[in-house]
Nanobody, 123 residues
Framework: QVQLVESGGGLVQAGGSLRLSCATSDHTFSYYNMGWFRQTPGKEREFVAGISWNNSTAYADSVKGRFTISRDNAKKTMYLQMNSLKPGDTAIYYC?????????????????WGQGTQVTVSS
């Protein structure tokens, strides 16, 4: 199965920025809805942001105004620009594909996942 590969995670101070990327070799990338979820220990994986094949977007309330999702179909890559990061944003961030993009998405609705990338925000 074609993989989704995340990159761009790391350690940043509160108020800082990071940009996550999700790349694939899947030539059908441009037809997929894509998005980001995050998970902390002991909690369910939660929806962060989604972008449809035709560039409609949706965000969790907790990240609206701070995070921006985008995609480059020519590069088969999706991005998450994260600004004004808070310690509460610390989590493993997962790339996701193939779900319906709306403001609330359950992780059980996602058929494809990446391996995840760690984001740590220090206070």
């Amino acid at each position: 199965q074609v993989q989704l590969v995340e990159s761009g995670g790391g350690l940043v101070q509160a108020g800082g920025s990071l940009r996550l990327s999700c790349a694939t070799s899947d030539h059908t990338f441009s037809y997929y809805n894509m998005g980001w979820f995050r998970q902390t220990p002991g909690k369910e994986r939660e929806f962060v942001a989604g972008i449809s094949w035709n560039n409609s977007t949706a965000y969790a309330d907790s990240v609206k105004g701070r995070f921006t999702i985008s995609r480059d179909n020519a590069k088969k890559t999706m991005y998450l620009q994260m600004n004004s990061l808070k310690p509460g944003d610390t989590a493993i961030y997962y790339c996701a594909a193939g779900f319906r993009v709306q403001s609330v998405v359950r992780s059980s609705e996602v058929p494809r996942w990446g391996q995840g990338t760690q984001v740590t925000v220090s206070s």
